[in-house]
């Protein structure tokens, strides 16, 4: 079997191709990417039940939280509003204790997992009208005390801040945090957090953050997803409620808190009190993105909640809706504007006079045209008013969720019979889960796309038929079957300008939606076969793409394939999935060029097609490298993806 790869450059690849989908599910945020280790910090999280149009959220600000020791009659626990820290989130723990040396604890996820000789950074706040005495800050497990902190208060009423650090003298999991009295008494506390201090910019949990900074994706998409819309417009991401000061960020349920909610289970899921801190807020991400090198692409409600979930909407009639509408140009204004402008002035009171250089925006998330739902009408509303003030903007439009549907064809009509106007959209988000035959099957599914208008494949991932647990999803059949379909994307780049895969991350034990891209628990993380596929294709976008052709039939033999080449290594680089059930041998053809000095290959493999990574073997499914005679043969074994460097010096 034999690739010939020409010199014949056909279209430019877009340098930024490949990226990241972020949404909050999973547990991806808080107890995940946001490296806080202490659940319900500020006391303000509800539990949430009900279904489509029915969602019942019910404050239940003690969630995570226990008397200390454990089911002391001694501790009374409450909520309180009088005197709140702060006004947005006006919620604070009052604690009575009839004995000395009790208080409370925090449930913190699966407990505190702390490494040895790693560093970590505690504050509270604490109010006391009436308690005069030592305050002690334990960290604990099973009794053991592995860090201790006294601090002594006097009685005065005003709320003031404690901050205490400590290294771990050994590493441990399923330790807590206990806050005591030591005397009877009565005291307040609120906005209680624990921080690892090597968190990345003292924000992101370390090991994921390096795990998306090693992909060097072109682009970060967020905060998703459904989470933008919401079950209801009152429970939708609205960003201006995400930045300032986390203390005063409004706390808000998590739409996936009710996924799977039905009438076999009283319409009662299992993460009914998965909520958003929002500590992971706009200005967040925007850093994120500048850490990990990737331009932001953040996407705005358009006075829809999620179509699949709900019928509420703010019609277009409303004044109400232009808030929306607002809602959009004060965020691009909070990421590029100057520090003189309102929004421009927040962001540099956060730390950043800089702008974030703000050059995309998503306009509504996965929505479609109903008779009900006009959805082209508010596009348009949107479209315009950006670009009245910010023409070079560059909108993302939706195509539905799906493909090849009714909706998903009235999508693309809307588009393109406005594709003659300046700057219309810069491309149109398209999702597909799908089987991974549906992938091999489709390698050629963008060869016959009308040019004009651009396609952002926004949301993929192969699903294949899962053996077991949820992770057993993530198997390297259908990680191949991606990387197949991807040198279809890649061939024609000329109108897929973006993709990245979803969703990105997953918290074992805690998952609403699966396969995923990384995997993690509270001490480790691990790349599924999906990210060494996708890893393998950002770290190697080539400049252009290059004609290619062999002597056999892909689709047939299930050796997909295609070249690029990259202009500033002088390099072409070839990408061959073999999705077949057999070992192959394949040689290359570079004879339109001068001699090829080497041939430099990644190959990703496993040992059985429904392999797939875990804790236990992270590497199970991975990546090796290795040079080959570029004038030799190449076995790719069965199931495999391979990206070929070919250098001429």
Not at 18 to 41: C, H, K, P, S, V
Not at 108 to 136: E, Q, R
Not at 484 to 510: H, Q, W
């Amino acid at each position: 079997m034999k690739i010939t790869v020409s010199d014949i450059k056909t279209h430019d690849i877009n340098p930024n191709m490949f990226g990241l989908f972020f949404e909050d599910i999973n547990y991806a945020a808080d107890g995940g990417l946001y490296a806080e280790m202490i659940e319900n910090r500020s006391f303000e999280f509800f539990r949430t039940t009900g279904d489509f149009d029915a969602y019942a959220p019910e404050y239940d600000g003690i969630y995570g939280w226990y008397k200390y020791p454990k089911d002391c009659p001694f501790v009374v626990m409450e909520t309180r509003t009088v005197r709140p820290l702060v006004k947005e989130n006006p919620h604070y723990l009052h604690l009575k204790t009839l004995r000395a040396n009790s208080g409370f604890t925090n449930k913190s996820f699966d407990g505190l997992c702390l490494k040895k000789g790693n560093g970590y950074n505690g504050v509270f706040w604490m109010n006391t009208p009436s308690y005069s005495g030592d305050v002690n800050v334990i960290i604990e497990k099973d009794k053991d005390v592995i860090y201790k902190k006294t601090f002594t208060v006097t009685a005065g009423d005003c709320w003031r801040e404690f901050r205490y650090s400590f290294t771990a003298p050994y590493s441990v999991r399923g330790a807590h945090l206990v806050i005591t009295l030591s005397e009877r008494g009565e005291a307040d506390f609120d906005f209680i957090s624990l921080f690892p201090q090597d968190a990345v910019l003292g924000i992101f949990r370390k090991d994921l953050a390096e795990l998306l900074k090693d992909l060097k994706p072109g682009f970060l998409r967020f905060p998703g997803g459904c989470i933008i819309e919401g079950n209801t417009l009152e429970n939708r991401y609205q960003w201006k409620l995400s930045v300032g000061d986390p203390k005063s960020r409004v706390s808000n349920w998590n739409r996936w808190a009710v996924h799977g909610n039905n009438k076999e289970n009283n319409y009662t899921g299992r993460f009914s009190h998965y909520n958003q801190t929002l500590g992971l807020g706009y200005y967040e991400y925007f850093l994120l993105c500048e850490y990990i090198g990737a331009k932001a692409l953040p996407v705005i409600n358009v006075g829809l909640a999620c179509q699949y979930q709900s019928t509420e909407l703010v019609e277009t009639t409303d004044p109400a809706f232009y808030e929306y509408v607002h809602d959009a140009l004060d965020l691009i204004e909070f990421a590029n504007g100057d520090v003189g402008t309102k929004w421009g002035a927040l962001r540099a009171r956060m730390g950043h006079p800089a702008p974030f250089n703000l050059e995309f925006m998503g306009i509504g998330n996965e929505q479609w045209e109903t008779e009900r739902v006009n959805f082209f009408e508010r596009y348009t509303i949107f479209e315009k008013a950006i670009h009245a003030k910010y023409p070079e903007m560059k909108l993302i439009g939706s195509a539905g969720p799906d493909v090849r549907t009714e909706r998903y064809e009235a999508a693309w009509n809307f588009y393109r019979e406005n594709r003659d106007k300046r700057n219309f959209t810069y491309a149109i988000d398209e999702h597909y889960y799908m089987p991974p035959e549906w992938f091999l099957e489709n390698t050629h599914f963008y060869d016959d796309y009308d040019r004009s208008v651009k396609v952002f494949s926004g949301e993929y991932a192969a699903h294949p038929k899962r053996p077991g647990s949820e992770k057993s999803g993530n198997t390297l059949q259908g990680a191949v079957s991606e990387a197949a379909f991807l040198t279809g994307v890649e061939r024609n780049a000329d109108v897929v300008v973006m993709s990245s895969y979803a969703p990105l991350f997953a918290r074992e034990g805690y998952v609403q939606w699966a396969p995923d891209m990384i995997w993690f628990n509270d001490e480790t993380a691990y790349g599924t076969p999906s990210y060494h596929v996708q890893k393998m294709y950002s770290n190697n976008v080539g400049s252009w793409d290059l004609e290619a052709d062999s002597d056999f039939d892909p689709d047939g033999e299930k050796i997909f394939f295609n070249a690029s080449y990259d202009a500033k290594r002088d390099e072409v680089i070839l990408k061959i999935a073999n999705a077949s059930d057999e070992d192959r041998e394949v040689s290359f053809d570079l004879t339109d060029y001068n001699e090829v000095k080497s041939a430099e290959i990644v190959l990703l493999k496993g040992d059985d097609p429904r392999a797939y990574n875990s804790v236990e073997f992270k590497d199970r499914v991975k990546t090796e490298e290795f040079s080959a005679d570029p004038y030799g043969k190449v076995v790719l074994p069965k199931q495999s993806f391979a990206v070929v460097r070919f250098s001429f010096n």
